[in-house]
């Protein structure tokens, strides 16, 4: 049985201080939900301060992006060893990177191996663009995407995949929880063609794009869903724990 997650992506967004204060309205409503993998991805000058504040309680965190090498020269990066003290999580290949920072399949398969190698687990995130959509096109695109992302990777059960259709995102127009778990099948169905199908079960594939308490529900019925990466609606205490919660309701009712 996979464990449902539910996970922040903050984007640019928050200042010290305001993580510091989202944090501590957050922590009590999310540390009673035992039952879902919380996880919050604030930006980098941030991770240091919630690190501390979350130790002890149940909320997990991840960083929004990596660079691949090692350490050495070059101005601005943030590696995976830095990363690996201070966080379980990290968000690779989201398509504002793909579109603004010009990221490739190929750089976010460097990134999802230095991840690896450190023990972060990354949430590689995977989705088609509009016209894609429109040309029907869907399948094909994170397919391709699937395959240059974890071009000669072994399968390692720390893999997240988030599957998030580039015209859902931050745009208020989500998928339907019909459309997002039929190409999540067909992700499930890629990976078990690659990696089998023990793989495949044990994988976690999370939607996103434009989730809030309002849609949470839709999503989380389906089958194939397990779990949300939610933007805007992560930066607000309230959405995001009842985000939370109503996904820990259902998943104890299915699994009930
Ligand atoms: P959104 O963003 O929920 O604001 O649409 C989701 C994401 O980009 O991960």
Redesign the pocket.
């Known amino acids: 049985m996979r464990v449902m997650m539910i996970a922040g ?1 903050w ?1 640019m967004n928050t200042t010290v201080s305001e993580a510091i204060a989202l944090v501590n309205e957050m922590r009590p409503g999310l540390d009673e939900i035992d039952n879902v993998d919380k996880v919050i991805c604030p930006p980098f000058v941030s991770l240091a301060a919630v690190s501390e504040l979350i130790k002890g309680s149940s909320i997990k965190l991840g960083a929004q992006n990596i660079y691949f090498e090692e350490k050495g020269a070059y101005t601005g990066e943030i590696s995976p060893i830095m990363l690996a003290e201070l966080c379980e999580f990290v ?1 690779i290949g ?3 990177r793909r579109q603004y920072f010009n990221e490739t399949g190929e750089i976010v398969n460097k990134k999802v191996r230095s991840a690896l190698a450190v023990g972060l687990k990354p949430i590689l ?1 995977i989705g088609e663009k509009l016209a894609e959509n429109e040309a029907g096109r869907t399948e094909e695109v994170v397919t391709e995407q699937l395959r240059s992302s974890l071009a000669g990777l072994d399968y390692q059960s720390s893999l997240i995949i ?1 599957y ?1 259709p580039v015209w ?5 127009k ?1 998928a339907t929880g019909e459309q997002a778990n039929e190409t999540i099948g067909l992700i499930r169905q890629t990976i078990s063609q690659k990696y089998g199908k023990g793989a495949a079960q044990e994988l976690r594939i999370l939607y ?5 308490a309002d849609n949470t529900t839709e999503f989380m019925q389906q089958p194939e869903i397990d779990g949300a ?6 930066l607000k205490a309230e959405q995001f724990l009842s985000i939370v919660r109503q996904t820990s309701a259902i998943k104890g009712r299915l699994s009930g």
């Open positions: 992506n984007k968000i989201h398509s504002e995130c988030a998030e859902a995102i931050g745009t208020g989500a996103g794009g434009s989730v809030t990466l939610v933007g805007g609606a992560s």
